[in-house]
């Protein structure tokens, strides 16, 4: 059960059984792999993993929801339900260096695959526990990233004034816990090293949730109510946002007081806006948004997207455009970056996967496996066949 391996990869070497469904597990998971980590994915030999029921099909057994989760690991076939089974994914962590788990509260623990249970015959295991909801009243309740999204506020704080609130695009919860999750197990392996000793780390939905209101919520707790919703324009940053040019929308980050200044006198030639002393700071121009953004509108909007990226290139303010999803993945910025790979078949059908975002010693990391069909790996009790 080996696979291809660059010895250089700082996770060369390290066994993770990943025992986990749908997105945050996964995904911590599937940092570890990108890393260089030896990921074995447990699924039910039958239905698998819920992703590869969900998006566009790219194979036999894989989605692009699957895909996006999933790279640089192998899928084993295992049914948790027999007395078989469970045997096999115990025989698999006493050999493990990290399990990665997402059952509701209590599920491995009746299965026997809880921390003590596998830390007893391997006490160098680090073992990530991942749940919806902390200790507590709501320990066994299940967590959907949709849900937290709304209880932790952060769809409060989402969307335009007076609009609904908006969910964010991709399931955020869900990867920023999974994101959370791997340093957590890269810290409690570094301590290994150190002691000799694993341990257990837990993550939960909700409690990564609220540390994703970050800088909003210290405002909401500060001001005692929630802030003002804005949309595409930034809460605290004045200007700085999306707007209309006269054929099309424009990024413009005007990031301090420097910058305001020329963005006034160079790029849309309006130094009054500049010297007036409601706008001499940022907190002075997002105190005073109301009065200045209609005066830039309309500044903006008599030039065209070109012309305004130019003069904010020349004036030294970052600023771009607003693409369409593929656009943005196919373009000459994405391809050059090497963040898209089409790992097709030989039949000539692309299949898309999107490279780990690392570089390690100058080089990207590497997709060394592309996302596994169910099964596709043997069902041994060992990691090396």
């Keep these: 059960m080996t ?23 996964p995904w911590c998971a599937q940092v570890l792999g990108d890393l260089g980590a030896d990921v074995i ?23 692009s929801y699957f895909d996006a989760v999933n790279r640089n690991k192998r899928s084993i076939g295992i049914d948790l339900g027999t007395p078989e089974g469970l045997t096999q994914v115990r025989a698999l962590a006493r050999e493990a260096d990290v399990v990665v788990q997402n059952f509701k509260t209590g599920g491995a623990e009746r299965l026997g695959l809880g921390y003590d249970d596998l830390a007893r015959e391997n006490p160098r295991l680090v073992y990530c526990s991942i749940a919806g909801y902390g200790p507590g009243p709501e320990a066994e309740r ?3 990233d949709l849900l937290v999204q709304g209880e932790a506020g952060l769809m409060a704080l989402n969307g335009e004034a007076e609009r609904p609130p908006l969910k964010f695009g991709v399931a955020a919860v869900d990867l920023f816990t999974g994101q959370y999750a791997a340093q957590a197990v890269l810290a409690a392996l570094f301590r290994r090293e150190r002691t000799g ?11 990564c949730g609220v540390a994703l209101t970050s800088y909003y919520g210290l405002e909401a707790l500060v001001q005692g109510k929630d802030p003002a919703r804005y949309g595409n324009a930034h809460p605290s940053i004045v200007p700085y946002g999306v707007f209309e040019a006269a054929d099309g929308p424009v990024l413009v980050t005007v990031g301090n007081n420097a910058q305001y200044e020329r963005f006034c006198s160079v790029v849309i030639g309006r130094p009054d806006l500049a010297k007036d002393p409601r706008f001499a700071t940022n907190i002075d121009r997002a105190r005073n948004r109301a009065a200045l953004l209609p005066e830039l509108e309309r500044e903006l909007l008599r ?3 070109a012309e305004l990226l130019a003069a904010l290139g020349e ?17 000459e910025r994405t391809r050059t970056a090497g963040m898209v790979e089409d790992r097709g078949t030989d039949g000539g059908a692309s299949r898309w996967v999107l490279a780990p975002p690392y570089r390690v010693d100058g080089r990207r990391v590497p997709v060394r496996l592309t996302p596994p069909e169910l099964g596709a790996a043997s069902s041994s009790t060992h990691w090396s066949e």
């Design 3 to 25: 696979a291809s391996t660059d010895l250089d990869l700082p996770l060369s070497g390290v066994r993770v059984l990943d025992l986990s469904r749908i997105l945050a597990g």
């Design 41 to 63: 994915k447990v699924e039910h030999p039958g239905r698998g993993d819920d992703t590869r029921d969900w998006g566009l099909r790219t194979g036999g057994t894989t989605t």
């Design 142 to 144: 299940p967590g959907y």
């Design 197 to 207: 000793r694993g341990g257990k780390v837990d993550l939960a939905l909700y409690d």
């Design 303 to 305: 030039r065209s997207r």
């Design 315 to 331: 004036a030294g303010i970052p600023a771009g455009e607003v693409l369409g999803l593929h656009r943005s993945l196919t373009s």
